[in-house]
């Protein structure tokens, strides 16, 4: 199956900073998915990156809180901006394994904002 | 209305036991479906994808009902090591988008 290098694994951030979090897959992929899965809670999709072009957000995110990169066809970023406590969390990337005929997520990074 | 639901649990069971965990999806254009499995603190990992005819991978059995709109995943002669939150994915072309339910929790006891 694909490998996903997702970092940070974790932080600790102070409120109204930001922190982009990175994800490295081995293999060149055509769309990323980025999750945020809040305590206790299943995944839920932010948005699709494709590279060349803008990310598509869904319902409730919105680009200026969680811009995100596409520069080629390995890698992507999410930023969460200007955070609150409210956005501790978990986010995951993900890509279409074709290897697999599912979805492989990356390890995950867990933000704690204080 | 959730587009995928499943009973949260927690499942309880002895090691050795079959436990069936059940889902169900609101939309009819759904067009893939498979069972993750999450560990504590771990990224979800793919169990299996689900197919129409139903499939089996060792003492895991997927059953897909597209007239009811119904997952299943079957676990037989469980061990400890099974003991996971299981998700339910749906995936809708249309949204090109996959859908979680909030998944089962299992515990497999000695």
């Known amino acids: 199956s694909a490998v996903i290098s997702q970092k940070p694994s974790r932080d600790i951030c102070q409120r109204g900073t930001s922190l982009t979090i990175q994800c490295q897959v081995d293999s060149q992929v055509t769309m990323m998915f980025w999750y945020r899965q809040q305590p206790g809670q299943s995944l839920t999709l932010i948005a699709t990156?494709?590279?060349?072009?803008?990310?598509?957000?869904e319902s409730g995110f919105v680009i200026d809180k969680f811009p995100i990169s596409r520069p080629n066809l390995t890698f992507s970023t999410l930023t969460v901006s200007n955070m609150s406590p409210e956005d501790s969390s978990i986010y995951l990337c993900s890509v279409e394994d074709g290897s697999v005929y599912g979805y492989t997520f990356g390890s995950g990074t867990r933000l704690t904002v204080v | 209305r959730k587009e995928v639901e499943q009973d949260p649990g927690p499942f309880n069971v002895p090691e050795g036991a079959t436990v069936a965990f059940n889902c169900t999806y609101s939309?009819?254009?759904?067009?893939?479906f498979f069972w993750y499995r999450q560990d504590c603190r771990k990224e979800p990992k793919l169990l299996m994808s689900v197919y129409s005819s139903g499939n089996e991978d060792g003492r895991f059995t997927a059953q897909l009902n597209r007239a009811s709109q119904y997952i299943s995943l079957l676990i037989r002669d469980s061990k400890l090591s099974d003991s996971a939150t299981y998700l339910c994915?749906?995936?809708?072309?249309?949204?090109?988008?996959?859908?979680f339910g909030t998944g089962t929790r299992l515990t497999v006891i000695p």
């Open positions: 994915v749906v995936f809708q072309t249309g949204a090109n988008n996959l859908f």
């Open positions: 939309n009819s254009a759904s067009q893939s």
């Open positions: 990156a494709n590279q060349g072009s803008e990310a598509t957000y």
